[in-house]
Nanobody
Framework: QVQLVESGGGLVQTGDSLRLSCRAS??????MGWFRQAPGKEREFVAT????????YYADFVRGRFTISRDNTKKTVYLQMNSLKPEDTAVYYC?????????????????WGQGTQVTVSS
C-alpha cells in the first residue's frame, strides 16, 4: 500500500497563492487526484492528473485558478492554487486512483493522504 504525505497548506489571505505537494512512498503508475473537505461538507473533487501528466481535469470552481502537475521522478504531485478565496478553505487530500473508474469520483481512489489544512481569510 503506497503512503501519501501532503504538505504546503497554511493560512493565507484572499488573493494569495499556495502550492500543495503530495509525496508518495513509491512509484505510482496511476492517475492522482486532489480532493478537499470543508467543515460540515462532503469531500469534493478538485483536480486529477493522469500518469503521463497529459490528461488534467478540474472542478469548475477551480478551473483557471488551480493547476495540477506531477513529477514522477520525485514521486510527487502538486497543486498550485492562485487567487485563493475564503470558500477554498478546507482540508486538501491527495489520492491515488485505481486503474479504472471515473476520476472525479472519490470511490475511484484507493490510497489517501492525511490531508493538509488550507485556510483563506477574507
Amino acid at each position: 500500500q503506497v503512503q501519501l504525505v501532503e504538505s504546503g497548506g497554511g493560512l493565507v489571505q484572499t488573493g494569495d497563492s499556495l502550492r500543495l505537494s503530495c509525496r508518495a512512498s513509491g512509484l505510482i503508475f496511476n492517475a492522482m487526484g486532489w480532493f478537499r473537505q470543508a467543515p460540515g461538507k462532503e469531500r469534493e473533487f478538485v483536480a486529477t492528473i493522469t500518469w503521463s501528466g497529459v490528461g488534467k481535469y478540474y472542478a469548475d470552481f477551480v478551473r483557471g485558478r488551480f493547476t495540477i502537475s506531477r513529477d514522477n521522478t520525485k514521486k510527487t504531485v502538486y497543486l498550485q492554487m492562485n487567487s485563493l478565496k475564503p470558500e477554498d478553505t478546507a482540508v486538501y487530500y491527495c489520492a491515488k486512483a485505481r486503474s479504472q473508474g471515473e476520476l472525479r469520483d472519490s470511490a475511484t481512489y484507493d490510497s489517501w493522504g492525511q490531508g493538509t489544512q488550507v485556510t483563506v481569510s477574507s
